[in-house]
């Protein structure tokens, strides 16, 4: 990069590690992926008094993120395809996690800039374990444990692990839609906004208001249909707002 001292001087900046695989991948798939969008709302009221009172009971900090994670690992238990990924080089068999061995994973912010984060088997580990896990890489990251290098180590392994793509850019600003591609050879990735309090009309008939969240989820139509994602957003939507399930 070329740095000038002027405020008003341009300066220079190259685009590498993380930020250029990943945008490689876009470009090269971009064009060629049919992707479609699926959209659901989100109560996230439940999910937050969930989270405070499990925080309080196991002496741990447990964010919104965590429970999110933990959310769309258990919904896929029943509906697998959704963590599937393409074989090597084609376009016509996918791998299919069992139900516990599902991944999740995606960018973590840490200090400003985004960080790759993996969960293996998800599915089977309890939110105690999960928040756990991102707890300690989050440290690893402030102390300097993760370098460039490992980064795109961690994105390596993301292509050759069955998983579910979150990415929460509603943790960093109040955006109320937010959405991409799934990343090959993954065939789904979640996209989440901000919970922003929103009149709704509850089951007894009066306005009240509620912090809402938009999720979107993208696929990739080779690979699902409109239906069977629908299914799992309804499951999905059901642990959100029902946390208690997710223990």
């Known amino acids: 990069m070329m740095n000038n001292s002027s405020p008003g001087a341009s300066t220079v900046h ?22 479609v969008h699926v959209g659901i709302g989100i109560d996230m009221a439940p999910a937050e008094r ?9 002496g741990m900090p447990v964010s919104a993120m965590n429970v999110i994670q933990k959310a769309v690992a258990q ?3 029943e509906h697998p395809m959704m963590a599937a990924m393409f074989e090597e080089g084609g376009r016509e068999r996918l791998i ?3 139900p516990d061995a599902i991944a999740v994973q995606g960018p973590v912010m840490v200090d400003g800039s985004a960080f790759p984060l993996l969960i293996q088997g998800a599915s089977a580990k309890s939110l105690a374990e999960i928040a756990a896990e991102m707890q300690a ?8 444990g993760v370098g460039e290098k490992d980064s795109l180590a961690t994105f390596k392994i993301m292509s050759q ?7 929460n850019i509603g943790m960093i600003a109040p955006v109320n839609f937010f959405s991409a591609m799934s990343i090959l050879p993954a065939v789904s990735h979640f996209f989440v ?4 309090d929103t009149p709704i009309v509850d089951s007894n008939g009066i306005i009240r208001s509620t912090p809402m969240a938009n999720f979107c989820l993208a696929f990739d139509h080779r690979a699902l249909s409109a239906g069977p994602v629908a299914a799992y957003l309804g499951h999905f939507k059901d642990l959100m707002e029902r946390p208690e399930q997710l223990g």
């Open 193 to 196: 906004a901000a919970a922003i």
């Open 14 to 35: 190259e685009i590498t590690g993380l930020q250029k695989v990943v945008g490689d991948v876009f470009e090269a798939n971009w064009r060629e992926t049919p992707v």
């Open 50 to 58: 969930f989270r405070q009172d499990y925080a309080r009971k196991h």
């Open 96 to 98: 299919v996690p069992g």
């Open 161 to 167: 692990t069955p998983n579910i793509g979150i990415s």
């Open 75 to 77: 919904a896929a238990r």
């Open 137 to 144: 890489e989050v440290a690893r990251i402030r102390t300097g």
